[in-house]
Each structure stands twice: as structure tokens, then as C-alpha cells.
């Protein structure tokens, strides 16, 4: 019997440590310690800079948007879309610099008339703040502003 007991101490510990770090699709957890996960509602400014390349002048468009990151629901944006910026909505994933968004209103054929939150940017989070940049050639930069509003 003592046997027994030896074998199923050391097991009915690995099982509590294995279960107690199982985190759920909808809790990433807190461990921040390979990077900070962006979920939440943010709020805060989008702009487009366009760089004329016959000119060489720069051509800016901006607007304030909402931008809502979960990992159940994924991403929406909402706010001021009715020129600049498409609401859109969709499934995103990121790692440590980058993050990529499948909108699902992407426009499956011509170019769309707003700018639609889709592709891969470059990310920085700290604290409140949350910073998206991307580029398209070397004309066109997209730039977001935002600050955490809630979890």
C-alpha cells in the first residue's frame, strides 16, 4: 500500500500543477512576461498619410475611431467611418511586434473607397497606450492612436 502512495503523490501533483496553468480561449491570462496581450476597447485617432510621388507633398486624413479586440469575438471597429476609415470586423492575431487583421468586409474585388483595418502592422503597447503603424509601397502609412478605454 505504501508503494501505491509513493507513486500517486508525485502524479496527483503534476496533474494540480497541469490543470492549474490551463488558460481559457477567452482569459490569455495575466503573465505579460513575453508580451502584453492588446484586448480591450480602445478609442482614439486614425490617420492616413499619403505621399504624392509626382509632388512629393503629403496628403492627410484623419478621424476618431473604437477599436474592440477579443479573443472570443475578435475585432471591430466602430466610431466615425463615414469617410475616412470602413467599420469593419474580423479575427486578428499578434506575437511580440506584430499584429494582423482578417477583415471580413474587406472588399473581395476593385479597391476600396476607406481605409479597411486589414493586413499585418507593427504594434507598441504600454500602459494605456496602444500604437498601430502600417505601410503600403512607400507612399502610404496608416497610423493608430489609441488609448484603452476597458477591458
Known amino acids: 500500500m505504501k ?29 505579460t512576461s513575453t508580451y502584453p496581450y492588446p484586448l480591450g476597447t480602445y478609442s482614439g485617432k486614425f490617420t492616413r498619410i499619403h505621399r504624392n ?11 476618431n475611431i473604437q477599436l474592440v479586440l477579443s479573443t472570443v469575438t ?14 469593419s470586423y474580423g479575427q486578428f ?11 471580413v468586409t474587406y472588399p473581395l474585388t476593385g479597391f476600396p473607397t476607406k481605409t ?3 493586413g499585418v502592422y507593427m504594434y507598441f503597447t504600454a500602459g494605456l497606450n496602444f500604437q498601430i503603424s502600417g505601410t503600403d509601397g512607400d507612399s502610404l502609412s496608416y497610423n493608430y492612436n489609441l488609448t484603452k478605454l476597458s477591458n
Open 53 to 63: 510621388e509626382a509632388t512629393s507633398k503629403y496628403d492627410t486624413a484623419s478621424c
Open 3 to 31: 508503494n501505491k502512495l509513493v507513486y500517486l503523490f508525485p502524479l496527483s501533483i503534476l496533474l494540480i500543477l497541469a490543470f492549474g496553468c490551463v488558460k481559457k480561449a477567452s482569459d490569455p491570462g495575466t503573465d
Open 74 to 87: 475578435g475585432f471591430a471597429v466602430t466610431g466615425d467611418t463615414a469617410i475616412v476609415h470602413a467599420g
Open 116 to 118: 479597411h483595418l486589414a
Open 93 to 103: 492575431s499578434e506575437n511580440a511586434t506584430n499584429i494582423a487583421f482578417n477583415d
